[in-house]
């Protein structure tokens, strides 16, 4: 009984040990990155989270957020400042979407791909007054986007829309088709934070489990995505095929539509164009499930266009897969980000779609 006691003893010394050690290294030795890494979500300062909630939107880019060459402007996009009021003689380019569009893989703000098409449309094409805003938002679907553009799109006086949906539409089509409804409920739920496993309260558990892989940093889809949806990885439980089936793009297709006239009611041009991805990674998104999600909402991104006689970029027919442009399946990389720029700056420029200054 000594013994035991006596090895207990040392063992909880050992652990406070390196608990202190952990708290020391990460609060004050470690880099800003690790800290941002390894620190509960709740202890990260304000001006390091990417994203805040919303009365309507349900969540959106901090205006305060800053992380190396990243940041976002007062108006809480990504980008540098710009007058609400559209200065006159300027044809402003709005692009709307998710993760792609935001360019989440590309650190420096002056690398992300609608800031390269404004550098392309301008040095290239002589487009001497064309703006391009960053409207992106990571993890938005057609829903949230429909409603950035509603409530907050619409103020800055854009003149010509580019809507790239993709990824997130099919993941909201992963849910149990009895929970599949038009509010998008089976997907998402209100802003609430995760709960925090108990080992997560110890700065060396925590850097343990992160650093190992058996646990991460606290992303944003566990803050907004419904508790029953099924994740990227899990849905393979599922049979995912049938329920590509059972839960068809109809809501898709209604958020297109009704952001097609939201542009013609505001007088604004808009355009579509398809979602690219890289098919030579091994990862959920090269799935056959998840790539016939991708041809299905791709078809519909093209029936809408058509249907609504507004211009369609079939941008995933033309977009190099090789590994050199991307960061992962579904986001370029910074040759990635010019490469998608030049090909929509020569979409815009042969369909005539920038006005001549």
């Known amino acids: 009984m000594k013994i035991f006691k006596s090895l207990l003893i040392k063992i909880l010394f050992v652990l406070i040990i390196l608990e202190l050690s952990s708290v020391i290294w990460l609060y004050f030795i470690a880099p800003q990155d690790l800290k941002l890494e390894y620190s509960l979500f709740s202890y990260i300062t304000p001006d390091n989270q990417r994203f805040i909630p919303h009365h309507y939107l349900d969540y959106a880019l901090n205006p305060n957020y800053k992380r190396g060459k990243t940041y976002h402007n007062s108006f809480g996009y990504r980008g540098k400042e710009f007058p609400l009021k559209k200065p006159e003689g300027t044809f402003r380019i709005v692009v709307l979407g998710g993760s792609t569009v935001y360019t989440i893989a590309v650190d420096d703000n002056d690398k992300t ?134 839960n068809p793009p109809v809501y898709f297709r209604r958020n297109l539509n009704n952001m097609v006239a939201v542009a013609k009611a505001n ?60 960061a992962d399946s579904r986001h370029v990389n910074e040759l990635g980000a010019e490469k998608k720029a030049m090909l929509f700056a020569e979409f815009l420029h042969e369909n005539n779609l920038v006005p001549n200054d």
């Not at 925090?196 to 309260?201: M, V």
């Not at 609504?308 to 897969?321: E, Q, R, V």
């Open 113 to 246: 791909f609608p800031v390269q098409l404004e550098k392309i449309l301008k040095e290239k094409y002589g487009y001497k007054n064309v703006e391009v805003i960053n409207a992106g938002v990571g993890g938005y679907n057609s829903w949230e986007t429909l409603l950035n553009l509603e409530f907050k799109v619409l103020d800055i006086e854009p003149d010509l829309l580019i809507g790239y949906e993709g990824a997130n539409d099919v993941h909201a089509r992963f849910v149990a088709p009895e929970i599949y409804r038009g509010d998008n409920s089976g997907r998402r739920k209100q802003w609430s934070p995760p709960k925090i496993a108990l080992l997560e309260y110890s700065t060396f558990f925590r850097i343990l489990m992160r650093k190992s892989g058996l646990a991460g940093q606290a992303g944003i889809g566990e803050f907004v995505n419904a508790d029953n949806s099924y994740g990227p990885v899990s849905v393979a439980e599922h049979n995912p095929m049938d329920l590509l089936k059972k």
């Open 267 to 326: 007088d604004i041009d808009i355009m579509f164009a398809t979602w690219a991805y890289s098919d030579r990674y091994n990862d959920y998104a090269t799935t056959d499930h998840y790539k016939k999600g991708y041809e299905e909402n791709n078809d519909v991104v093209k029936e809408v266009a058509t249907s609504n006689h507004i211009p369609l970029f079939d941008f995933a027919s033309i977009m190099p897969k090789d590994k050199k442009y991307w």
